[in-house]
């Protein structure tokens, strides 16, 4: 029992380990950094598009859509703790994350986490086939980017 715990805590170790901010050491590493974590926000919108008309009835139900754009939200998702743990602060470039990013990462983290299990819940949805609960469960992953974006990103 006891190894087991210990076992658990060293991945609890690790786990954390890799949230902390990792301040960059050059401006060619600060401009990479953000390009690549807004690269994955531009995939993230591009899936969540059609996402978005379809809850807003501008284009017709499509399960196959939902069930393969939030199967990529979700994975994107989880890339963004460890493309948002290179810290930018020390370099000023153009960029919308807010500095608070690096003094809050767990809470960043974790509004990352939202959108993951929001993503999820969209599979369920469209896998039972739950034509009544679709608007509902793409309404609820788009108020995980604005619950991030409101705190963390700038206007
Ligand atoms: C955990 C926080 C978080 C979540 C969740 C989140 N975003 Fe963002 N988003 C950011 C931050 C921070 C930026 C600014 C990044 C930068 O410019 O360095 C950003 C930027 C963007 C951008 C602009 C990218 C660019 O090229 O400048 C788009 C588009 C975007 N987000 C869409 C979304 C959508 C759509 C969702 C939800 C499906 C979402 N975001 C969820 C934090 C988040």
Not at 13 to 21: E, G, M, T
Not at 26 to 53: C, D, H, T, Y
Not at 61 to 71: K, P
């Amino acid at each position: 029992m006891k190894k087991i715990i210990s076992f658990i805590a060293l991945l609890s170790i690790v786990a954390s380990a890799s949230a902390i901010a990792n301040p960059v050491e050059s401006e060619k590493q600060a401009k990479a950094a953000i390009q690549f974590r807004q690269a994955i926000l531009q995939l993230v919108r591009s899936n969540m598009g059609p996402m978005g008309a379809m809850a807003k009835g501008d284009i017709p139900y499509d399960s196959e859509v939902m069930m393969v754009n939030s199967q990529r939200i979700e994975q994107l998702g989880l890339m963004m703790e460890d493309y948002f743990a290179a810290d930018t602060r020390a370099f000023d470039l153009e960029t919308g994350a807010k500095d608070n990013i690096w003094t809050n990462q767990e809470d960043f983290n974790k509004k990352a986490e939202n959108m993951v299990m929001a993503a999820i819940q969209v599979q369920e949805v469209a896998s039972a086939g739950m034509t009544d609960d679709y608007r509902k469960s793409i309404g609820a992953l788009g108020a995980t980017c604005k619950a991030c974006h409101d705190d963390y990103k700038k206007d």
